[in-house]
T-cell receptor, first 114, second 115 residues
Framework: GDSVTQMEGPVTLSEEAFLTINCTYT??????LFWYVQYPGEGLQLLLK?????DKGSNKGFEATYRKETTSFHLEKGSVQVSDSAVYFC?????????????FGQGTILTVHP | GAGVSQTPSNKVTEKGKYVELRCDPI?????LYWYRQSLGQGPEFLIY????????DSGLPNDRFFAVRPEGSVSTLKIQRTERGDSAVYLCASSLMGGAHNEQFFGPGTRLTVL
C-alpha cells in the first residue's frame, strides 16, 4: 500500500538557518504530494502541493519538488524564522479509486530559536 | 468564510460507552474525510464521503466505528463500546470534490479520551 516516510525529528535551528525536511514515498499510480503544517494550537493547513512529476510547490518561502525518479518530496526553506516553528507533515494523495484520501508521514517537529 | 468545524472539541468517556463526533464541512464541499491522529503520529484515514454516500470506508478499524452523512453536508462519526485504544484526535476534512489534486481543509479536531 501507499506509505510516506519523513526524516526523524525533532529539528532545532537558529533563525535564518537553512531548512531541509526529507520525505520519501511509496505509491502505485500517480499520486499528488502535499506538505501540511500544524502551528501550535491550530489545525492542519496546507503549506504547498505538487500534482505531477517535476512540479515545484512553493509558499511562504518554502519549496518542494516532486521527484518521481527518487520518489521524494523534500521540503526546503532558505532562511527560517521563529514563526516557522510548527509540526510539518508530508502527505500523499492517492488517485484513481482512492478519491484523494491522504496518507501522512509521522510529522517533523521544527523549533526555531532567535 | 467559515472553515470546517467539529464538535465537541474535547470528549471524555468511559470504556464501553457510545460517542458521537460531529463535523460541519465548508459549505458547498461535496467531499468529506475522517482521519484519526494518535499522539506523535500523522493522521490516518478512516472514511471518505462523496455526497451522502460512503465511497471508501476501508480505514475504519472495526465494526464499532460507523459514520453517516445523511444530507450530504454534516457528518457524524459514531463509536460504539469505546475502548481505551480509541483515544485519539479525530479530524474531519472537506474538499470541493474528491480527487488527488484537491486541497483538503481540516477542522480543529475532537480529542477523545476513553478512561
Amino acid at each position: 500500500g501507499d506509505s510516506v516516510t519523513q526524516m526523524e525529528g525533532p529539528v532545532t535551528l537558529s533563525e535564518e538557518a537553512f531548512l531541509t525536511i526529507n520525505c520519501t514515498y511509496t505509491a502505485t499510480g500517480y499520486p499528488s504530494l502535499f506538505w501540511y503544517v500544524q502551528y501550535p494550537g491550530e489545525g492542519l493547513q496546507l503549506l504547498l502541493k505538487a500534482t505531477k512529476a517535476d512540479d515545484k510547490g512553493s509558499n511562504k518561502g518554502f519549496e518542494a519538488t516532486y521527484r518521481k525518479e527518487t520518489t521524494s518530496f523534500h521540503l526546503e526553506k532558505g532562511s527560517v524564522q521563529v514563526s516557522d516553528s510548527a509540526v510539518y507533515f508530508c502527505a500523499l494523495g492517492a488517485g484513481g479509486t482512492s478519491y484523494g484520501k491522504l496518507t501522512f508521514g509521522q510529522g517533523t517537529i521544527l523549533t526555531v530559536h532567535p | 468564510g467559515a472553515g470546517v468545524s467539529q464538535t465537541p472539541s474535547n470528549k471524555v468517556t468511559e470504556k464501553g460507552k457510545y460517542v458521537e463526533l460531529r463535523c460541519d464541512p465548508i459549505s458547498g464541499h461535496t467531499a468529506l474525510y475522517w482521519y484519526r491522529q494518535s499522539l506523535g503520529q500523522g493522521p490516518e484515514f478512516l472514511i471518505y464521503f462523496q455526497g451522502t454516500g460512503a465511497a471508501d470506508d476501508s480505514g475504519l478499524p472495526n465494526d464499532r466505528f460507523f459514520a453517516v452523512r445523511p444530507e450530504g453536508s454534516v457528518s457524524t462519526l459514531k463509536i460504539q463500546r469505546t475502548e481505551r485504544g480509541d483515544s485519539a484526535v479525530y479530524l474531519c476534512a472537506s474538499s470541493l470534490m474528491g480527487g488527488a489534486h484537491n486541497e483538503q481543509f481540516f477542522g480543529p479536531g475532537t480529542r477523545l479520551t476513553v478512561l
